[in-house]
């Protein structure tokens, strides 16, 4: 299948989300932004979020949900740059909600019972509006955090961890039927499933 770049210059994207219009809402980690890139490839920065956005998913409401990580420290070399610590401005793992229309920006967790969000990374909704999500963790530079995976409502009713610890848990999906969670781990080049009881 032939590759068509649609824009350059975005500041580390992730979590690309494609909407009805055509257009692909996306993260800028580095940017600390929420962008939408046109299929022209104009862009226009949605919401302006801080610390380091990673995943996005659009919730049973219309608004985009951000998992940001806090922000990292970035190391250039090459001409490449790449993400190799937790920010010496880290301002705290959190997921968030983007009224899309707005631009509004709402926090709407920080932690859990067992204690803070220290890197949220990837995000899913399941058939009944709540999402699961991994935090990955951050590393310094001689000590790491151990990561976990996560369920919570739209609403900011209610947090859940699920599964911890694991290390480095990145990027996370449903099974169509929505039965079987996967959670895919970065360091160790595993992919774990999870079956769905509740």
Same mark, same amino acid.
């Given at each position: 299948?032939?590759? $068509? /770049?649609?824009?350059?210059?975005?500041?580390?994207? /992730?979590? =690309?989300?494609?909407?009805?219009?055509?257009?692909?809402?996306?993260?800028?980690?580095?940017?600390?932004?929420?962008?939408?890139?046109? =299929?022209?490839?104009?862009?226009?920065?949605?919401?302006?979020?801080?610390?380091?956005?990673?995943?996005?998913?659009?919730? =049973?409401?219309?608004?985009?949900?951000?998992?940001?990580?806090?922000?990292?420290?970035?190391?250039?070399?090459?001409?490449?740059?790449?993400?190799?610590?937790?920010?010496?401005?880290?301002?705290?793992?959190?997921?968030?909600?983007?009224?899309?229309?707005?631009?509004?920006?709402?926090?709407?967790?920080?932690?859990?019972?067992?204690?803070?969000?220290?890197? =949220?990374?990837?995000?899913?909704?399941?058939?009944?509006?709540?999402? !699961?999500?991994?935090?990955?963790?951050?590393?310094?530079?001689?000590?790491?955090?151990?990561?976990?995976?996560?369920?919570?409502?739209?609403?900011?009713?209610?947090? $859940?961890?699920?599964?911890?610890?694991?290390?480095?848990?990145?990027?996370?999906?449903?099974?169509?039927?929505?039965?079987?969670?996967?959670? %895919?781990?970065? %360091?160790?080049?595993?992919? !774990?499933?999870?079956?769905?009881?509740?």
């Amino acid at each position: 299948m032939p590759l $068509k /770049e649609v824009a350059r210059g975005l500041r580390f994207p /992730e979590g =690309p989300v494609a909407m009805p219009d055509g257009s692909v809402l996306l993260v800028e980690i580095r940017a600390g932004a929420l962008t939408r890139v046109m =299929p022209d490839g104009a862009r226009t920065v949605v919401a302006e979020t801080g610390g380091g956005p990673n995943g996005a998913a659009i919730g =049973p409401d219309g608004a985009c949900y951000i998992c940001n990580n806090g922000g990292f420290h970035w190391h250039e070399e090459g001409g490449s740059v790449r993400p190799v610590a937790q920010a010496d401005d880290y301002s705290g793992g959190r997921i968030e909600r983007v009224d899309l229309e707005t631009g509004a920006v709402r926090v709407l967790y920080t932690g859990t019972e067992t204690g803070r969000l220290r890197g =949220p990374n990837d995000i899913v909704f399941d058939a009944h509006g709540g999402f !699961w999500f991994t935090d990955l963790g951050k590393g310094r530079a001689r000590d790491m955090d151990r990561g976990g995976v996560y369920y919570a409502r739209a609403d900011g009713s209610l947090i $859940k961890e699920v599964a911890y610890p694991l290390m480095t848990p990145n990027g996370i999906g449903l099974s169509p039927d929505g039965e079987r969670l996967y959670v %895919a781990e970065t %360091a160790t080049g595993r992919l !774990w499933a999870y079956d769905v009881s509740g």
